[in-house]
Each structure stands twice: as structure tokens, then as C-alpha cells.
């Protein structure tokens, strides 16, 4: 089975495409372009609602694109997805300041 195959499988069919590269951080190097820009706000803590007035999204679209990313990292829950994106986070900082 090749990449493609494999990546339509684990996400039961659903198309996330398109995909944009994330400078090779291994966790989000994978997410949809249309919910990369939820991947800051949910690591610093804020609300649904908060990121749907930010993004001018309805909340409902929000609270779906949430979900699928809990799906897609295999988090149990908001606060876990919200941890591993900091990890992710602190891994760019460090990139950029490594000489």
C-alpha cells in the first residue's frame, strides 16, 4: 500500500487534503492547510469561541476542525492536543534559535 493509500485509511476515507508542510516538525507536518491556523490558538489555551471570532469561523466549524485534530494526533482530549502542540511549538523556537 503506498502513502496515499495508507494516509486515506487512517483517516477513514476522509480527504484532508490540501496538505501544507509545517518545516518538518513531526507532529504537524501532516494537518490540513484549512486547520493549520487553529494549531496556535488551541496550544495557547484559548476557547472555541475566542478562535472562531479570530478566524471569523462559525464556532460549530470550529468545535469539527478541534475534533479532527484530536482524531488525527490520537489525543484523548483538548488539554492533551493543546500539550503536544506546545511541544511542538518549543521545538520551532528552538530550531530558530540554534545557530
Known sequence: MDAPERNDAANHGRNLSPRAPANG???????AARLRPLLKPISSGQSNQEIAEELCLAVHTVENYVSQLISEFG???RVRLAIQLGICATF???EELAP
Open 25 to 31: 516538525c513531526p507532529l504537524t507536518e501532516c494537518v
Open 75 to 77: 489525543c484523548s482530549n
Open 92 to 94: 520551532h523556537e528552538s
